[in-house]
């Protein structure tokens, strides 16, 4: 380890002094084989190797590693899983050249804009790193960040933000060692790498050598550590707390996040040990060997004859705060044979509800069979029917018919299965989502008998149906109570299941899920209660009563959107996209972006456009959001058209057709937009909008303009032409829709409407019966258009891709809220908006005009006012 430590600070030092030497022999000794760049670490290697070396990210991950051999040498267990998400991190960034993702902050720093910024004017170069270190300065993600970006670049910044938080922190002299300390409670590689700063950039004479510096120091860390961590477990609330002070004992625990920690790891101390002796006997019976149930609580299955230990199942009871055995968790179903047992288990303990919380097909992998039939099947002596299925962008509804002989007669059941599909393993859901997820389930269980089970199940029978169950019967208790009680029910939770709660962020996550519910407790409202709500408009009392309910709305949904970090949008801030943007600060993150494939070697990053995708009522990604093509990017919008099959744009502002917003859509005929060729079919002028029907086609790969042919590549290409226009007959013969007709190949039909009622410097348009048109005109288009446009987005335009979009899109969420449901939630609708992209319904006013809109579009549609509940009988949610 000495070796190790002593190598990693001279290649640090290596970028300041390029001749430095270390030792070849030992280097090689302790550096992995396999590793390709390992020669190039060798100390003859010169600073612009090094450089080249570092952007790959190879050595990243390779220093990764023997960061993590280092820290479980020292006995910093719990950091090793943190560094092997840093490691996954940097095998992701390979190739791109960015760099700060640590432990803690996991900030993003892009390296190229930092010799940019210094060589600024002094004024500037001060106010671009106040923008850089806008955050708490004692947040040891950013400063580490700028760190490590400043010693990559080799640029003075470094040494200004250095100087500059030390000033801060009043550090000088020996006070260094207790800023490491104190630096390195949020990981230990943030203990390596202050060292490491300290040592090169602050303690230039130190008075001890580096290795000694380090074991004082990790001595010092572990005895802080250990001393925090007791104060921590002595401070878990002793009993439940109420709700009207829940919000700020969570605020309070986030601002010291230790507290959380100190509560799980007395919930492991004080968890009872029980046996699982059946659970070690059936080994072949479950997913995971490391989960498995108690003997005490085990759900066990009638015997049948001739078949040994046909009685286990991997399922334990779960007592909620009214109620013994509430609820079963068990494993997800994998074989065939398990299809049959679980099926066993729901018809013997006469369950009527079935939660899945976990996708069949997750990360390359099987997490769970399918263990319902589309139609119908029989699993065993129990045939099971699906009788109905709903499915929403983040959960799916169905019902099943059960049916088994007994004594000679059919016996029918009921069971309802609620699927939640957007819960991935080792992440979280989104809460609003969820808390929705469980209304639904909470309103079904209202009209179970009391003494039937819940099962839950996820993929291992442990970490998210333990969040989920903590979350639920903690709603319970909170409308029965007014209290809540997550450090008590955890307990419960552990002592019935191995694995209920799995790591710290799914226990802050129940924390974080419930102080929401209690924050925001805004439940939809009826028709009925929307029908109310049309008559407060008549006076100014309840006018004003209703502008103060939308402000409390409004101030809620900004305090509970989270801001996307700069390492989140690491794509749109990259030096060849920087211009494609319009306002550096509204960029899409990676993760909910549409990537382009068309422009493959048009530009740097052909794959980029500013757009996002956002959620609709029914469907992930139904909505992409995106601004005002610039001059050089509107191949690229034709582009997202044409690779999403997008078959309807709706564009917002105004066409005034000047320099800094041009026309991306011609008025008829046909035209070129890099290698796309746009046909106008048909132009409709409307009062308040203009719709262009027109087909998209991508050019040939050699109609190149100004390409000189010989005769032989003209018969080639002719002969080449044939083949494809055969190829493509085929195709479009295959490609016949359920109508009867045939869609072209390689062409897109699109209706781009543009609206004419809303000017650019207006937040409202100047007429709603114009906007509810435009609305209609839209959606009935989707309806008829060729090849099933309703599973293809839509794209919304506005002039800075924030304003007025945000508006649009949750009135159709609305709208298909209403025809599904019959029931609206403006508040979740705009905060389902603003998930992907912040900035949307960024004045209050939007907010106020989304709610009068969608009054006018109820008032105006006289299909809801003789609407009864349109829910069918099996997936019925009680509204009460």
């Known amino acids: 380890m000495q070796i190790f430590l002593t190598l990693i600070s001279e290649r640090f030092a290596m970028i300041d002094a390029p001749h430095a030497h270390g030792p070849r022999e030992e280097l090689l000794s302790i550096w992995p084989a396999e590793e390709p760049l390992a020669v190039s670490l060798q100390p003859r290697c010169h600073k612009n190797h090094f450089k080249s070396a570092w952007y790959n990210g190879t050595l990243l991950v390779t220093i990764g590693r023997l960061l993590n051999n280092f820290l479980l040498h020292l006995g910093f267990g719990s950091a090793s899983a943190t560094l092997d998400y840093w490691t996954k991190v940097c095998i992701y960034m390979k190739s791109i050249v960015q760099i700060g993702v640590l432990v803690g902050g996991a900030v993003r720093v892009d390296l190229e804009s930092i010799p940019h910024l210094c060589q600024l004017k002094r004024r500037k170069k001060m106010r671009s790193i106040d ?57 230990a590689f943030t203990f390596v790498s202050a060292a490491i700063f300290a040592r090169l950039m602050i303690c230039k004479q130190p008075s001890m050598p580096l290795l000694d510096f380090f074991k004082t120091s990790v001595k010092n860390l572990q005895l802080v550590s250990q001393v925090q961590e007791e104060k921590a477990m002595g401070a878990v609330p002793q009993c439940p707390i109420e709700t009207s002070k829940f919000l700020a004992f969570v605020q309070e625990r986030k601002r010291k996040r230790l507290l959380f920690k100190g509560e799980l790891m007395m919930l492991k101390q004080i968890v009872e040990n029980h046996k699982s002796e059946y659970g070690y006997l059936n080994l072949k019976k479950n997913n995971y060997p490391d989960v498995l149930p108690f003997d005490y609580n085990r759900v066990i299955l009638k015997p049948i004859p001739n078949e040994p230990n046909s009685h286990y199942i991997n399922a334990s009871y779960v007592d909620s705060f009214f109620q013994p055995k509430a609820f079963i968790i068990t494993q997800a179903v994998k074989t065939k044979p398990a299809c049959v047992d679980f099926w066993r288990m729901v018809w013997e303990t006469n369950a009527e509800i079935v939660v899945m919380l976990t996708k069949v097909f997750d990360f390359m992998k099987v997490m769970c069979l399918q263990y319902w039939p589309l139609t119908k099947f029989d699993y065993g002596d129990i045939t099971v029917e699906t009788v109905e299925a709903k499915t929403y962008a983040y959960f799916t509804l169905r019902c099943f018919r059960v049916s088994r002989v007994e004594n000679g007669s059919t016996i029918i059941r009921q069971v309802r299965h609620f699927h939640f599909t957007e819960w991935e393993v080792n992440s979280l859901p989104y809460i609003s989502a969820l808390l929705d997820f469980r209304r639904r389930v909470h309103n079904a269980v209202k009209r179970c008998p009391n003494n039937v089970p819940m099962i839950v199940h996820c993929s291992n029978g442990g970490g998210r149906s333990g969040v989920f169950l903590a979350i639920y019967a903690n ?16 307990q419960t939770l552990l002592n019935a299941r191995q694995s209920a709660l799995e790591n710290l962020d799914q226990y802050v996550f129940i924390y974080d899920t419930l102080a929401e519910a209690v924050q925001c407790n805004i439940n939809p409202l009826t028709l009925e209660e929307l029908r109310h709500r049309t008559t407060m408009y008549t006076t100014k009392q309840s006018r004003q009563a209703l502008e103060a309910i939308y402000s409390q709305e409004y101030k809620f949904l900004t305090q509970l959107t989270p801001a996307l970090r700069i390492g989140d949008c690491a794509g749109g801030h990259r030096l060849e996209n920087r211009g494609k943007n319009r306002d550096v600060m509204v960029v899409p993150p990676d993760n909910s972006r549409p990537y382009l494939n068309t422009l493959h070697g048009e530009s740097k990053d052909y794959t980029y456009i500013n757009a996002v995708y956002v959620d609709g009522f029914r469907r992930k990604n139904e909505w992409i959001v995106t601004e ?17 099959s997008c078959h309807t744009v709706v564009n917002l502002s105004n066409d005034e057709n000047s320099k800094a917003y041009p026309r991306f859509i011609h008025s008829r005929g046909r035209q070129s937009y890099g290698p796309f060729i746009v046909d106008v079919l048909s132009s409709q002028q409307y009062p308040y909008a203009t719709s262009h029907i027109v087909k998209v086609v991508k050019k040939k790969v050699f109609d190149i303009p100004g ?94 891709g924030v304003s007025r979009v945000g508006i649009y ?72």
């Open 131 to 187: 923008y850089l270190l806008k955050n708490d300065m004692s947040d040891a993600g950013v400063w580490k960040s700028v760190i490590l970006a400043g010693l990559k670049a080799n640029c003075p910044m470094l040494h200004v933000c250095l100087l500059r938080w030390c000033s801060c922190k009043r550090l000088f002299g020996e006070e260094v060692k207790g800023a490491l300390i104190i630096a390195s409670t949020d990981g």
């Open 475 to 490: 709603l319970d208790l909170a409308e029965a109570e007014n209290v809540i009680d997550v450090y008590g029910y955890c």
């Open 628 to 644: 005002w093509p610039k001059h050089h990017t509107i191949d690229s919008f034709w582009a997202l058209v044409f690779d999403h």
């Open 707 to 800: 390409r000189k042919k010989s005769k032989r590549s003209e018969r080639n290409e002719k002969k080449l032409t044939d083949q494809l226009d055969s190829l493509a007959s085929i195709l479009s013969e295959l490609m016949v829709n359920n109508k009867g007709g045939i869609q072209e190949v390689d062409a897109r039909i699109c209706n781009v409407i543009s609206v004419r009622i809303w000017p650019i410097q207006h937040r409202v348009p100047l007429s709603t019966v114009g906007l509810i048109d435009v609305i209609k005109m839209a959606r009935c288009w989707r309806k008829r258009a060729p090849d099933r446009p309703e599973t293809k987005p839509t794209v919304v335009i506005s002039h800075n």
């Open 809 to 880: 899109v949750a009135i159709n969420l609305l709208i298909d809220q209403m025809d599904v449901e019959q029931e609206v939630d403006v508040f979740h609708a705009a905060k389902i908006v603003r998930l992907n992209r912040p900035q949307l319904f960024d004045h209050k006013e939007e907010y106020k005009y989304l709610n009068d809109l969608l009054i006018h579009y109820y008032m105006t549609s006289p299909e809801y006012h003789s609407t009864k509940s349109a829910e069918s009988p099996c997936l019925l949610v009680n509204h009460s």
